[in-house]
């Protein structure tokens, strides 16, 4: 995916990307103070903004295929179950119990299937955000911040279930954190932002 001359006002937020390669088959992250435009660009990536100018060339990566999870996750008003294969669903993708009570059962969420999404944790919901957005296997996946509300057993479980998913499927991450030193190991690519820009990008 090729980005250029972007350009969307936000508030205060002055957001230009006069030139970005997201490329496909790696983790990417992206790092940078509150404010600098991150969350923005996730947003015009997926769709769910409009840009004021410039282009993002998806290369050939239809919108179907591609899924973002946020800090604050949206949950349907329905069971853990029923959020998870709401995207299979959507897409027509043949439903495999076995599988969905595998992933359950590695996110420690099996036993809460039928749980009410909305009466779950922070962090429970966070777990399901991340099951809910990456079980149809999109080819890209951008994360903004979800797994800053897990403890450290259950952030390092995704963290090795984004690795496996990535090792695969040969996948495409787009990663914002501020947890730098434990996702660090993660990145294939890391991009820098200040103000609205990238100002560097680097292999850890």
């Known amino acids: ?17 006069e030139d970005l390669k997201i490329e496909s088959g790696r983790i990417h992250g992206l790092v940078g103070p509150n404010g600098c435009g991150k969350t923005t660009l996730l ?7 409009e840009p004021d100018s410039g282009t993002i060339d998806y290369e050939g990566l239809r919108p ?12 349907m008003h329905t069971s853990v179950y029923e959020n998870i294969i709401y995207p299979l669903k959507i897409r027509g993708i043949r439903i495999d119990d076995a ?3 595998a992933l359950l059962e590695r996110a420690g969420m099996l036993e809460i299937k039928d749980q009410y999404a909305g009466s779950l ?3 429970e919901r966070q777990k399901l955000s991340f099951l809910r957005a990456t079980v149809f296997r999109p080819k ?7 797994l800053s509300n897990l403890d450290a057993e259950s952030a390092g479980l995704f963290r090795e279930m984004i690795i496996e998913r990535h090792r695969d499927d040969g996948s ?4 914002v954190s501020h947890q730098w030193d434990a996702m660090n190991e993660l990145f294939d690519e890391v991009h820098h932002m200040e103000k609205g820009r990238i100002v560097k990008n680097e292999t850890p």
Do not use: C, F, H
């Open 43 to 49: 947003k015009l990536i997926m769709g769910t903004a």
């Open 140 to 146: 890209l996946i951008l994360m903004d911040e979800t």
């Open 121 to 123: 944790s922070s962090g």
């Open 64 to 75: 179907a295929e591609i899924t973002m999870m946020s800090q604050r996750p949206y949950l």
């Open 1 to 17: 995916m090729r980005i250029t001359e972007l350009r969307k006002t936000v508030g205060k937020t002055d957001l230009y990307i």
């Open 172 to 175: 495409t991450w787009l990663i």
């Open 99 to 101: 599988e969905i009570n």
